[in-house]
């Protein structure tokens, strides 16, 4: 069975000390009385008329904040983050931002098939959870993380207001959808026929190269994808994608299936007609009024280190930089997050002394 979970259910259930609860306007001050706080909280915010899931951990409320833009659409990154970001809290402030359509806000406002997602409806989500946190926190501005999809909303989000952040970095960066697509198709096909793998080579020519018009072939092409990537790539820890407790009971597993569902169909559309059909993040203009990373993953297949190397190239920027990670692919191990840290350390902490 399929429900939503009560309020009473999530007040008692919530780790922190403090409940997020106020719309980003309405806050008057700062719940950091000190800088040396530590701040450990999470629950549901109001942002643009529905309830939101927000969690913040870190060790002092003066550390600089990253606010995390997650993968998918629909693919939560709160159930994971302590174990994927452990450490990470003693020098930063973490923010995990379900959205609309994922996780935890899936699973307080279910919307139907019918309720269509849009990057745009997005981005404002992200931007009102930005002004939010800044004002929750005391902070002026915050590093804007994106991969993924949630590459897609944080060039958005950076060209929209980028008086916002002082940075936005981003990994496994989507560029435009058709040139990812079949660049994607290109790839695991030329490496199944290099490899003699005629049972793949098989299934991608029945397939047939992008765009689609069936929502089923993205997901198909992407499992050879993985295949391949797998190959080139160290995995990450195991435990990294265990869900913390709190998010590991029967009905919040069932909740984040569903939203995974729904976020992918909304991202494809039944006719490959959904929200990634229409991206493309050069039209959106090259200029961006703040610092620019870009992360890649040398064996990435599905947001290809080529496509993105020429996006950046076109784009300037107060500061730019981009870091290629051996044995990585398009999802994270600890390679990424080595280099992750590399760029926090070596080009965004400086920003901070300016």
Known sequence: MKRTFRLALLSALLLSSTSLHA??????????PSPAQPIREQGYVPINGIGQWITVTGAACGNPVILFIHGGPGNALSPYADAIYAGWERHYTLVQWDQRGAGMTYAKQRPTEEVPLTVEQMRDDGIAVARYIEQHLGQRKVILMGSSWGSILGVHMAKARPD??????GTAQVVNARDNETGMYREVLALAQAAGDTTTVDKLAALGA?????????????????KYE???TDAPPKHWWQPAPFYATPQALADAEAADDYSYIQFIGMRGDGM??????????????????????????????????RYFDSISAPAKD?????????????????????????????????
């Open 230 to 232: 797998a190959l080139a």
């Open 322 to 354: 981009f870091t290629l990670v051996k044995r990585a692919g398009h999802d994270p191990n600890q390679a990424v997050l080595d280099a992750q840290w590399t760029v926090l350390r070596d080009k965004v902490a400086p920003l901070f002394k300016r």
């Open 276 to 309: 990634f059909a229409r991206v493309d993040l050069p039209a959106l203009g090259t200029r961006f009024e703040l610092p620019v990373f870009f992360i890649m993953g040398e064996a990435d297949l599905l947001t290809s280190p080529a496509i993105a190397r």
């Open 164 to 169: 916002l952040f002082h940075a936005y970095i």
């Open 23 to 32: 719309e980003p306007a309405a806050l008057a001050d700062s719940i950091c």
């Open 210 to 226: 992008p765009p689609w018009t069936d929502p089923r072939n993205f997901g198909i092409l992407r499992r050879y994808d993985r």
